[in-house]
């Protein structure tokens, strides 16, 4: 599985704390052996259920957000400098593990993909901190994945939960108007 992970993951490398992206990869070999979805799934699945006929894989959803988290916090870097300090390896392993609790969310059927009966009754923010938390996830991380979503609107945001939950959007929203 370590192999899988690091194919479906190479952004893994853009974490520089070598302890920090074994945690990150750890929490995803979890999260697929407490699923019934396997890494060729997320290639074919769309990234929400939320969205009728969703074409976006969830991967290509995924790999958006972390990217555009990523390029984003550089950016912010280079323009803000030590007047906003920003983890890029938090912001990367908040995105990368964002959505990681979706894999218990989700159940498939032949073709179909609907709400899992934990989907139905924790949303994946929640099983996703629960996840990381497992695989021993430091708090600046788990708190990304728990407010990167609409749950997070009632708490304060890190700047690097800040990030991520704009990068999620972006990556949402635009779908929702089509």
Known sequence: MKREIKELWPELDWI????????VAKTWELAFK?????????????????VKDCKVSFMAHKKAVA???????????KFFGDNLPIDI???VAGAIL???????EYEKDDDTIRFSKSGTLLRHAFTGVSLAQACGVPDEVCHIIAVHSKEGDAFKRTTEGLIVHHADFMAYLPFKNL
Request: hydrophobic share 40%.
């Open 67 to 77: 990217h555009i988290a990523y390029e984003s916090a550089k950016v912010m870097q």
């Open 34 to 50: 407490k699923s019934v979805l396997t890494p060729k799934d997320l290639e074919r699945i769309p990234f929400t259920l939320l």
């Open 89 to 91: 390896d938090i912001v």
């Open 98 to 104: 964002a959505d990681v609790g979706k894999l218990l």
């Open 16 to 23: 520089t704390n070598e302890e920090l992206r074994e945690k």
